[in-house]
């Protein structure tokens, strides 16, 4: 009896042991999102530094091509057009409504798995407030989790991306600062379930929390 009480014991502790390896094995590497128009997500928006929810914005797919991913952005409650942004294959993006990017906020490098950095720099433009920055951009890949949002519970693979920007020295309407986005990207969605944003100056003090949450999705293939 000592025996089996002994053997059942080891058992349990190896599956213990095993367990955080088995997870991990059990995905493989996140592959580039493959969208298609029909595609869509809605999120909420909420205001985490005023603690309120903002509006629920659904983005829709409406054509891709040798630009990249084209979105239109709308108000979930009217189907009011808010704006149109562009993002490249990757998903990452270009065109935010005012604001341009180039090449493209790397926000994402594909395939992801757990431990992958990556560093790049973009531009950023607004052109209608004739402002300009220089974004310095480190990401990393941690690990994956299950994340609930109101659109559900999802696999996905969590990924922290940091950017020191600063403002075109000739052009007194710059600013400087760091933003960090967190982001949890589900393969099964070519999107994030969720994306949590913060923005500080140069002293480190934050200005801005934002956060979005998938509600609801839509895979037209």
Not at 12 to 26: H, R, S
Not at 195 to 219: A, H, P
Request: hydrophobic share 40%.
């Amino acid at each position: 009896m000592r025996n089996s009480i002994t053997l059942k014991s080891c058992i349990a502790f190896c599956l213990v042991l095993a367990g955080p390896f088995a997870l991990a094995e059990a995905h493989l590497p996140a592959p580039m999102p493959t969208p298609a128009v029909g595609d869509s997500w809605t999120y909420q928006y909420t205001d985490v530094w005023k603690g309120v929810k903002g509006n629920v914005n659904k983005m829709e797919v409406t054509a891709i091509d040798n630009a990249g991913v084209h979105v239109e952005v709308r108000r979930a409650s009217s189907n009011a057009l808010v704006t149109k942004q562009l993002f490249s294959a990757e998903m990452n993006p270009v065109d935010r409504g005012a604001m341009h990017f180039s090449p493209s906020f790397a926000r994402y490098a594909f395939p992801l798995t757990p431990g992958k950095e990556w560093s790049t720099e973009v531009t950023g433009d607004n052109p209608k407030q004739g402002k300009h920055w220089r974004y310095t951009i480190k990401g990393k890949v941690l690990d994956w989790e299950k994340i609930k949002a109101p659109a559900g519970e999802f696999d996905a693979i969590k990924v922290v991306v940091e950017a020191l920007y600063r403002g075109d020295e000739t052009n007194s309407n710059g600013g400087n600062g760091q933003l960090t986005e967190t982001v949890w990207f589900a393969p099964e969605l070519n999107n994030f379930v969720k994306l949590d944003y913060r923005d500080t100056d140069w002293q480190g003090r934050i200005f801005n929390r934002d956060s979005w949450e998938l509600t609801s999705y839509v895979r037209a293939k």
